[in-house]
């Protein structure tokens, strides 16, 4: 309890002491987390092999909550063209960063294929809850009473927000993959049909329509009233984005569909729905400070994991993968991704660099090794782990400059723009 405490106090003065530096605050919570763990304090060390439950429910609940921090945040249109960086990266980048992680997890790292797809999976996804430095922040309201819309995101930080909101989803088609592949083996007659069916098609169209019937009705329901009146935001109570998450995540779930990508869809559409109110911002607060608590305690118990021996099954091939993930394979399949309809290039190579990865890898690792046996396990965590740290210690150091290079570079385009036109 004093190291949560201590550790949560600390994560709510970081951000003011850092800013502007090259280091973040996940950096620091992993290092207390491993020093507090070092210490003889007794504290358990925390194993995701026999506390596999655990972790799959504490990194569930982290990233529905930034999920819908995420989704609360956005406030472009969705649409075909406004959201084509987005489409890009997910049905481009994310599969050649699957592919190109399961062929080398097999290939060097001697995994068998079920594992190395599960890698895959795992190390596919943006992650939300640690990419915080490079997303979008919150809300903004229309300045002016005639402006029907709010100002729009720059590129970066729009498609590695709406990226990481919807990525974490669809890589639960290939965890699923790599579950069915585990029970049946590798011969995709034993599978493709059930997982096309079922693990792709029906999953997921489950949680689209309860995403956007939800966020449709819960939008009635705060912002409108049969009798015209105002509706439940007249409260302003923020607890409300909890319940809408778990009840979200929860019912699409009871109904076999894919609940990060139903509570991520209604955040977005409960953001459109009058999309002026102030409100919006108060939604948006509660579920940043929910999504710290989470942050704070799971960064704790990785610095503690890694104390306790979580990368002691590395080997140099897993260490090498672990590195290649997070500096070649997902930047080069950015790239490709959008090698068209992206003409900046400083841009592209940020979104593409900035593939977080973080505490939803590890859930689906924990998720999966809970749906079937798959052989390495230790071997699995250890690349994961190795992954995440690498990614932390780097996006964190690197996010802040690069970042305001590019707000410099943009800010200053802007004014000889509007130079010019004067």
Not at 228 to 248: C, K, P, W, Y
């Amino acid at each position: 309890m004093a190291l949560a405490g201590a550790a949560a106090l600390i994560a709510a003065w970081l951000p003011q002491v850092l800013r502007g530096r090259p280091l973040s605050v996940p950096i620091v919570l992993v290092g207390i987390g491993v020093g507090a763990f070092l210490l003889p304090f007794g504290l358990p060390k925390p194993d995701p092999i026999n506390g596999r439950e655990l972790v799959e429910r504490l990194t569930e609940l982290g990233v529905i909550v930034a999920l819908m921090g995420a989704g609360l945040k956005l406030d472009r249109p969705i649409g075909w063209r406004s959201w084509a960086t987005t489409w890009r990266l997910l049905g481009i980048a994310m599969p050649l960063t699957i592919a190109a992680v399961a062929v080398l997890g097999w290939a060097f790292a001697g995994l068998v294929p079920a594992s190395a797809m599960l890698l895959g999976a795992a190390l596919a996804p943006t992650d939300p809850v640690l990419a915080s430095d490079v997303q979008v922040g919150e809300p903004t309201i229309a300045d002016e009473p005639d402006q029907d819309e709010p100002p729009e995101e720059d590129e970066v930080r729009f498609a590695l927000t709406s990226e990481a909101g919807l990525n974490d989803a669809l890589a639960f088609p290939f965890t699923y993959l790599a579950v069915l592949m585990a029970d049946k083996g590798t011969n995709p007659a034993r599978w493709l049909v059930e997982w096309l069916a079922v693990d792709v098609a029906f999953r997921l169209a489950v949680g689209l329509v309860v995403g956007i019937l939800l966020g449709k009705l819960l939008g009635k329901i705060l912002f409108h009233r049969p009798d015209g009146r105002e509706g439940l935001a007249a409260a302003a109570e923020g607890f409300m984005v909890l319940g809408a998450t778990l009840l979200a995540y929860g019912l699409t779930e009871l109904l076999h569909g894919y609940g990060f990508l139903a509570v991520f869809v209604t955040a977005v559409v409960l953001r459109r729905s009058e999309c002026r109110h102030e409100y919006h911002r108060v939604l948006h607060g509660f579920a940043n400070q929910v999504e710290q608590v989470f942050t704070v305690l799971l960064l704790l118990l990785f610095g503690g994991a890694l104390a306790g021996g979580l990368l002691g099954s590395l080997t140099w091939g897993g260490a090498a993968l672990a590195a290649l993930a997070i500096f070649v394979i997902r930047p080069l399949s950015g790239l490709v991704a959008l090698s068209r309809g992206h003409d900046d290039k400083a841009e592209r190579l940020a979104i593409s660099f900035f593939g977080v990865r973080g505490i939803g890898s590890l859930y689906y690792l924990a998720y999966a090794l809970s749906e079937a046996r798959f052989p390495g396990d230790r071997k699995l965590w250890a690349i994961a782990g190795a992954a995440v740290l690498l990614s932390i210690a780097v996006h964190g150091i690197l996010a802040t400059p690069l970042m305001s290079r590019l707000d410099r570079r943009r800010d200053g385009a802007v004014t000889s723009g509007a130079e010019r036109s004067g």
